[in-house]
């Protein structure tokens, strides 16, 4: 355990310092989309391309790992709205909440986090479940998030809900880095030496910055939305994402190699760590944008990142 927490430290403690710099306002908020822009459009992509144009092209093309963690996903939206759907808290807040509780923050601190434990080779486990995740349940959740509107209107809210999420995931260069490295890999194509080391520069940033970027982004969450709440309203997703999601993926993949699917104990390993990752910090922006509640959004990416220094940790313990 203790060389785990080794390991994980340095990345737990990078978005420590991006919390502290943002609360003590030595990094000013008005920069913080800045370095998400950097990190969005130029570092993480590269990272993401690097990681897909030198792995084996079986290993991005498992169809096994999609589908157990898609079912996974699936089942983790269903009860998390259930579980949350009241008086108070309408489809908009309850959606959401589903998504922060199914959604790992794998592309800023997953990617980055799982390589400098496990390898690269463990890189095209972790791209397959970026794409379910950015395509698939954010989108069901977006769409979800609409039913709120539907009264009076049939189905044309969710309609344009999911037009909406399909352009965003068009328009998120992420998903385009993640195919491009697929097709580079199947046709072994490697880029003119200058433009290499160019893209690997930039792929070397993300993780540091990305880090960083994850604290900052929460501090300003937790200044902007620091309005008293019970705990009833964000403990049981954030229990949902550290503890059920991680155990649901690891039953679910056990049942499905032992009913004869061909999924790797090795890809089931990946997958379990990456649900046990802390909720994704760019849902507090999907928040924002669909009138959510995002002083709850926030607070359960902020627990949820700060104990899985711990809990993510048990996990690879108990993995690994």
């Not at 089942?75 to 309408?90: D, H, S």
Request: charged share 10%; aromatic share 6%.
């Amino acid at each position: 355990m203790l060389n785990i927490l080794l390991v994980t430290f340095p990345f737990f403690a990078l978005v420590l310092g991006g919390f502290v710099a943002a609360r003590r306002k030595m990094l000013p908020l008005d920069a913080i989309p800045g370095l998400n822009g950097f990190v969005l459009y130029f570092a993480l992509p590269c990272l993401l391309f690097r990681f897909g144009s030198t792995t084996p092209i079986a290993a991005l093309l498992d169809a096994s790992v999609m589908g157990v963690y898609l079912l996974c996903g699936l089942i983790m939206v269903a009860f998390a709205v259930a579980m949350t759907l009241n008086a108070r808290i309408r489809w908009n807040d309850a959606s959401i909440g589903a998504l922060v509780a199914a959604f790992p923050n794998t592309g800023f601190m997953g990617v980055p986090l799982l390589a400098a434990l496990l390898g690269p080779q463990v890189a095209g486990t972790v791209i397959l479940t970026i794409l379910v995740d950015m395509v698939v349940t954010s989108s069901l959740c977006i769409a979800l998030s609409r039913l709120d509107e539907t009264e009076g209107h049939g189905g044309r809210a969710m309609l344009d809900a999911g037009r909406k999420a399909l352009r965003g995931v068009v328009a998120n260069p992420m998903p385009w880095s993640i195919i491009l490295g697929a097709v580079a890999s199947a046709s072994a194509f490697t880029l003119p030496k200058p433009v290499e080391q160019t893209v690997w520069l930039l792929a070397d940033a993300a993780s540091p910055v990305a880090l960083f970027t994850i604290g900052a982004v929460l501090a300003r969450a937790q200044m902007q939305s620091n309005h008293p709440m019970p705990l009833s309203d964000y403990v049981p997703v954030v229990l949902m994402k550290l503890l059920l999601h991680p155990l649901l993926v690891l039953a679910v993949g056990t049942g499905a190699i032992q009913l004869g699917v061909p999924l790797s104990p090795a890809a089931l390993t990946v997958m379990v760590l990456v649900a046990a990752l802390p909720s994704a910090s760019n849902v507090s922006l999907l928040a924002e944008r669909f009138g959510a509640d995002n002083g709850r959004i926030a607070r359960i990416i902020l627990v949820t990142t700060a104990a899985a220094f711990l809990t993510f940790s048990a996990a690879v313990t108990l993995m690994v």
